[in-house]
């Protein structure tokens, strides 16, 4: 499975949610979860300043959208309300955009619907970790099928 | 150089806005009307005062606002407005058509940063008359709060939002 972590972060910046979507995900304690996504929120902050190109737009704020490297692929998705969803994948999950999009559809329709649930904090709903994790392994695995490292494999079977 | 800024023609906002209707889920529109008018009643019971029911729906509709513009912007797919506008038109052709099935026009004032949002069919009104000792009450006042409460988790700095119901009989 090539999918590994998700993280959403709140508009100040610290951890709402994190699960590991697969075996292969590297288990970190609940404390270096929370600082990890702190630097994120950083970083992402950082980056505008960091950029060669000014933004035309200023209303959208400007950050990190992917981070590609040999061993893993991280995608961010920056929401207008404030609201980070980034995902940590094998370096050739080319889905994730989509994939984070859809999450955040699911965000809105089981946590905020959830009227005990209170905008920014933590999230710890049983409905909405099924529903997430189900949806990303699934995915996940469709994704796989499509991928070209799988394709020969597929391509044999064909009568 | 990828310009995300997608110059969406008013026309092209309506169609996201029929589109975006058909996927969302629906409820009868006449149990919407019913429940919200027993809101109203019970908060006109308990409050007796019209004024603080108005303010008391404009607040409720402030709390589902915050919690709305996530969904709206995640269902409709829309990025960024250029300028006012974009969000004038964005709120009428594609928020209260997705939600609420209106369809609603835009009109502007002289001055540029004001403009109205009008429509005749309103859900919430259906079977709804009020007497002349409640001709005060702003009876769709949620639909205010909602408005607020949308814009204010988008915006990035502070604006007044001045609402104002008129009532068609």
Known sequence: ?159 | IDLDVTAMSYGRMTRLGDSAFEKMEKVNSELLAMTYGALVTAMIKDFQDIKIVNEELEKMGYNIGVRLIDEFLAKSGITQCRNLKDTAHYIAKVGFKMFLGINAEVSWSSNPRQFSIEFKGNPLIEFVELPEKFKDLDYSNILCGVLRGALYSVTLFYFLFANRLQRSV
């Open chain 1, 1 to 159: 499975m090539p999918v590994y972590t998700l993280f959403i972060v709140n508009k100040a910046g610290s951890l709402i949610y994190h699960k590991n979507l697969s075996t292969k995900a590297r288990t970190i304690n609940a404390n270096e979860c929370l600082y990890m996504a702190s630097v994120f929120h950083g970083l992402f902050l950082n980056a505008s300043s960091l950029s060669p190109l000014k933004s035309v737009n200023l209303a959208v704020p400007q950050g990190i959208e992917a981070i590609v490297t040999e061993n893993f692929r991280l995608e961010c998705l920056r929401t207008l309300t404030g609201i980070k969803f980034f995902i940590t994948a094998d370096p050739d999950a080319d889905y994730l955009k989509a994939l984070l999009s859809d999450v955040y559809v699911i965000y809105s329709d089981y946590v905020l619907k959830d009227p005990f649930y209170v905008v920014e904090m933590p999230i710890r709903l049983q409905n909405f970790d099924q529903k997430v994790s189900s949806f990303i392994i699934e995915t996940a695995a469709r994704g796989e099928m499509k991928s070209p490292s799988s394709r020969p494999a597929s391509s044999r079977h064909r009568p």
